[in-house]
């Protein structure tokens, strides 16, 4: 299942100076290192800082669209709208109830209905088209703060 991640409704898009830190995707929730430059996956259930967002930077490197270490990404945050893709939530599966509440999770990835740190929550499922396929995606509503 390919993975899909847009944002539909303008969120706080803070510029290219992140760095990744190990591999990450668009749509893989982030955390940032005391530095505030370096980005990564969420390790821990509270450290949420935004959503790696975008296409990739390296032109030379078009086979994937996972940013590798050392690329500059795109971070959005604060309140915004998005299509998301089950890849991103833990256990691989989209939510089976509307208005669930979504919770930061270990690797980058969104838990339904339980944690620690809340970041949205998810509306309903819709199908977008993609070349070849239709594909089942979350429609959610997402808050991270954005101090």
Known sequence: ??????VLTPGIK??????????????????????????SKCTTSGCPFGFAYGARSLVYSPTSVNYPTGERITVVRGDFECLISAHFFYGGS????ANTALYAYTGGLLRAGT???QVGRYIRSK???Q???????GYCRMTVDAD
């Not at 989209?94 to 109830?97: A, D, E």
């Not at 070349?131 to 995606?137: A, C, D, E, F, Y």
């Open 1 to 6: 299942m390919p993975t899909y991640f847009q």
């Open 14 to 39: 803070a510029g290219k100076n992140f760095t990744t830190s190990g591999s990450c995707a668009p749509g893989h929730l982030l955390q940032v290192d005391s530095t505030g430059l370096l980005v």
């Open 94 to 97: 989209l939510p089976s109830s």
């Open 115 to 117: 944690g620690t740190t």
């Open 127 to 129: 199908t977008v088209t």
């Open 131 to 137: 070349p070849g396929t239709n594909l089942t995606v």
